[in-house]
């Protein structure tokens, strides 16, 4: 049989790379801001798993990285079948399996109830699972994963209901937390093989929102940064070519992230006689309202807002920066700080959610209270004060933390471990015996 120090999981994670085939949903991917899902992908597929991708609804319009684009088109939009194609699969399901049918409703109904959403929307969730449960058996998928516990996490467990493909999802934050019963996000937890948190902080809101007894299903695994930053050569902000210093917040342009209280923060700063730049990096639906504050506040020359960029571009504008800056209210743990500190440079943010986990005052950064104007001025001041060897010092310490906790390779090992160790008894028992039929012959 099997000798030397080898052991059966071991071998069978070996087989597993031809035999698993995982299938991803996300309500819209790929997404400018979801960069992370798909490295996260790519390293699952770099280690052997075979991955679909699947979309609830398109956003090609969005996108800007030639990355996402050549992602799209490995992505099969459920939407982009119309409304006739979904009522087609809902009636053809309905009369071939017709008691699975029955049951979908029923849990649709169960969920819907409790939702802002509605009871008709969920209906719509489940035709929509039956677009995927076909697409799935079609793709022979072992095993479906939903990012966010909101509706794609809705879509994965109607589809598990009307049979045969088990689920899991990775749940971010905060608006699972913040809407977890109008979510159902309960009995997602119950019905799951296993649930996914990025920080220690989302573990403990899961552990909130369902029986203790449910806690061995919910799994660290954290978000991560691959090669694309790691090797990046370290650019000293000395050798930077600006007299006046360069900070950079990236992110959604939204009420959460905090964006108004920051050109509050600039506004101080330039009224003390600082020198400065802040670069927005991103878009969203606060784009106007923070276009007029920077006019109301005469700050034309220190604020640019860029829309959304390539994650090209995004390097380059935190690389030339001192600092960036992530003021947000509410999150779970931001990737964009794992990315500046892949590329050397300290951040500012907030003690929010899982941000402590990573972000550590005057070792790597700088933490400040949520919606405190005067202790971002402050953090802001230290900055543009600091000397760029000190600044380039706690960048390093930042690389550190980033590089032990935020590997993708290293995570996405985690994950896969999940996959396999959460495949049905029958498929592990079918594995073992086809490696003690090689082994013996």
């Known amino acids: 049989m099997i000798g030397g120090s080898a052991n059966l999981f071991d071998i069978c ?50 996108l800007v990285d030639p990355k996402d684009q050549l992602e799209f088109q490995k992505t099969q939009i459920v939407l982009g079948i119309g409304l006739l194609g979904l009522l087609l699969n809902l009636f053809s399901l309905a009369i071939f399996k017709p008691f699975s049918i029955y049951r979908s409703i029923r849990l649709a109904l169960k969920i819907g109830w409790k ?39 809705t879509v994965a467990m109607l589809c598990n209901a ?80 600006t007299e006046i210093p360069n900070l950079v917040c990236v992110g959604r342009l939204c009420e959460q992230k905090g964006q108004i209280l920051l050109l509050q923060a600039v506004k101080r700063l330039a009224e003390e006689g600082f020198d400065l730049v802040l670069t927005l990096v991103g878009d969203g639906e606060l784009r106007s309202q923070i276009e007029a504050l920077i006019c109301d506040y005469g700050l034309e020359k220190q604020v640019k807002i860029t829309g959304w960029a390539s994650g090209t571009q995004v390097q380059k504008y935190i690389t030339n920066a001192r600092a960036l800056i992530l003021p947000s209210f509410a999150e779970g743990l931001p990737v964009v700080l794992m990315e500046a500190f892949a590329l050397h440079r300290p951040v500012i943010s907030t003690y929010v959610a899982g941000i402590p986990e990573l972000v550590q005052s005057d070792v790597n950064g700088w933490l400040v209270p949520a919606g405190s104007v005067e202790e971002l001025t402050s953090a802001i001041r230290r900055v543009l004060r600091m000397q760029p060897d000190e600044l380039n010092r706690m960048g390093s310490a930042g690389t550190v933390s980033v590089t032990e906790q935020h590997n993708v390779l290293q995570e996405a090992n985690k994950l896969a471990k999940l996959f396999h160790s959460h495949l049905d008894d029958w498929e592990v028992k079918e594995t073992q015996e086809k490696l003690e039929v090689g082994f013996t012959n």
């Open 13 to 62: 994670v070996v087989e597993y790379k031809v035999k698993m085939k995982i299938a991803y949903l996300i309500n819209k991917y790929p997404k400018v801001s979801h960069s992370f899902i798909r490295r996260e992908i790519a390293a699952l597929e770099k280690i052997g798993l075979s991955v679909a991708r699947f979309s609830i609804r398109s956003c090609e319009s969005e």
């Open 115 to 153: 939702s802002d959403a509605g009871v008709l929307r969920h209906l719509v969730y489940l035709a929509e699972a039956c677009v995927l449960w076909r697409w799935l058996q079609q793709e022979q998928v072992t095993h479906l994963h939903a990012h966010f516990g909101t509706n794609p996490t």
């Open 162 to 241: 009307i049979g045969g493909v088990s689920y899991s999802f990775t749940v971010h934050g905060p608006e699972e937390f913040d809407r977890a019963e109008n979510i159902g996000l309960t009995e997602k937890i119950n019905r799951a093989k296993f649930v996914v948190a990025i920080c220690s902080f989302g573990r403990s809101q899961l552990y909130r929102w369902c029986d203790y007894q449910q806690w061995h299903k919910i799994h660290l695994v954290r978000c991560g940064v691959d090669e694309e930053y790691f090797n990046q050569p370290e650019i000293f902000l000395a050798d930077i070519p």
